[in-house]
């Protein structure tokens, strides 16, 4: 294979067109009044988990976040936009740079994309803030993730396992890789930052991010 067509656009977006249409086919699936209802129980069953393990400690985060108005603002759009942004940003600059990583790193994210819908099928999860005691931080900041427009492009019931955290172990391994001195020690801190925001802005529990990164690492570990 010559190295043009190595980098071949149309299977590139053929290739993010259908694990979108999948997770849209997953998504369909689940977004009913008996899944919205699994979900919920799920959700409940998790943060009962997470208090037997005495690791329920979303509450606590998110009280220092509240009372901080302006770092919640900050998280908030940060969980909205910055994930997706950096690992779709970073996939692109390889892309246009014809780096010979781009393929690995490509793959590891799609392993990590695809590689949770089953469990989004097989057990939907409500976010906490859909919970009683956690605040919709997002919400409180201006951003309605739940608009019937939104809704319509995402899964609102695929907390377990956080994509965040899984794309933040990718590509923060990937950058971080790359990277030399403090800027290595920044990128390596990446997934643990992302940790703190979907947490502090209740979009997933402790054990969410837990799974995510397990399926982030496994993703990059089988693409190696």
């Given at each position: ?117 089953p469990v989004f099928l097989a057990l939907p999860t409500a976010p906490p803030r859909t919970q009683d005691g956690y ?90």
């Amino acid at each position: 294979m010559s190295h043009t067509a190595a980098f071949d656009a149309r299977r590139e977006v053929l290739l993010g067109l259908g694990s979108y249409a999948a997770y849209l086919a997953v998504r369909r699936a689940v977004l009913t009044p008996a899944g919205r209802e699994r979900a919920h129980r799920n959700a409940r069953r998790l943060l009962a988990l997470e208090r037997r393990l005495g690791i329920d400690v979303e509450g606590a985060v998110q009280r220092g976040v509240v009372g901080a108005p302006a770092l919640a603002r900050a998280l908030s759009a940060g969980y909205a936009g910055l994930n997706v942004g950096l690992s779709v940003g970073w996939l692109a600059r390889l892309y246009a740079r014809r780096d010979p990583g781009y393929h690995r790193e490509r793959r590891a994210a799609v392993a990590a994309f695809l590689g949770a819908l089953p469990v989004f099928l097989a057990l939907p999860t409500a976010p906490p803030r859909t919970q009683d005691g956690y605040v919709d931080t997002l919400g409180a900041a201006g951003i309605d993730i739940e608009h019937p427009l939104l809704v319509r492009f995402y899964n609102p019931l695929a907390a377990l396992p956080s994509h965040h955290a899984a794309f933040a172990v990718v590509t923060g391994s990937g950058l971080a890789a790359r990277a030399r001195g403090v800027r290595r020690v920044a990128w390596a801190a990446y997934p643990p930052l992302v940790a703190v925001v979907v947490v502090a802005t209740a979009n997933h529990f402790v054990l969410d991010v837990v799974a995510g990164a397990a399926l982030g690492a496994a993703a990059r570990a089988l693409t190696r």
